[in-house]
């Protein structure tokens, strides 16, 4: 546990976004209210074997989930996505949000509990398992993610599909970007947009890369991506008119960033939404 615990401080710590400064006394104060939630996500993958039967792979998994995702308090939120425009066509990944860090660990307890409760029978909820196994190749990975304040929580549910493009960069961690650039940014123009339906942030604390600092934008359609990025151009001109200035401001906040980045687009499952 201390091993853990080092983490957190580390991580907390060289978070730029978690930097708070001295000099606006309001923006600290509303940083320090923010209390981020821990995100786990797993990524699965289909499975290969052409024998195996996907069509009553909806109507299994929402019997865990009604059975087990939906009655564990400590699980916030829940998500299924699938591969919409990804280097991966077999890609499903599972999203859980936990309010503290220790909650994941005190959820699993809670799963295995409510696993007993709802197949009670030992080999019908080894039948049920091994059932869902079979969807997916016995390899997957995990990360964990720690949110960032900057976010436009999704207003209401939809029983249609919703797209979530994905940009994941590289905080290049040398301390030349301006955080302050990165939520003007928010203010003036992510937060501003007509075409989000949400919009979170979230950043590595337990996985392959230390560096990932992940952007997720919520849309109703495909399409509104590319209208998406016409409004962002839209709006950061009319925040900054004077060319010169707009340009040094972005290469400011630019600089938080090593350049590199990945885009993924996924959609999600509506009924395996929590």
Known sequence: MKTIAKLLVFSFIISLFGVVNAQEENQQ?????????YITMTTNHWSGDPDTDFSDWLETEKKYFENITMKNDLILNSGVYTHYFTADNSEIVLVNVYRTWADIEKAGEINQKLIEEAWPNEEERRAFFDKQSSYYAPHHNDEIYQSVQYMIPTAEASTEPRI????????????????????????????????????????????????????????????????FFEEQDELLSASWKDENERNTFMEGMNKLFTGWHADYVYRNVPELMK
Do not use: C
Not at 29 to 37: D, H
């Open 29 to 37: 104060s509303q940083e320090e209210a923010y209390e981020p939630v």
């Open 164 to 227: 979530y493009y994905v940009r994941t960069s590289e905080l290049a961690m040398n301390g030349e970007g301006s955080p302050e650039n990165f939520k003007q940014y928010f203010e003036k123009v992510t937060k501003k947009s007509k075409k989000l339906k949400g919009y979170y942030t979230h950043r590595h604390l337990w996985g392959s890369n230390s560096r990932e600092f992940a952007e997720v934008f919520v849309f109703d359609k495909l399409g509104e991506i590319e209208e």
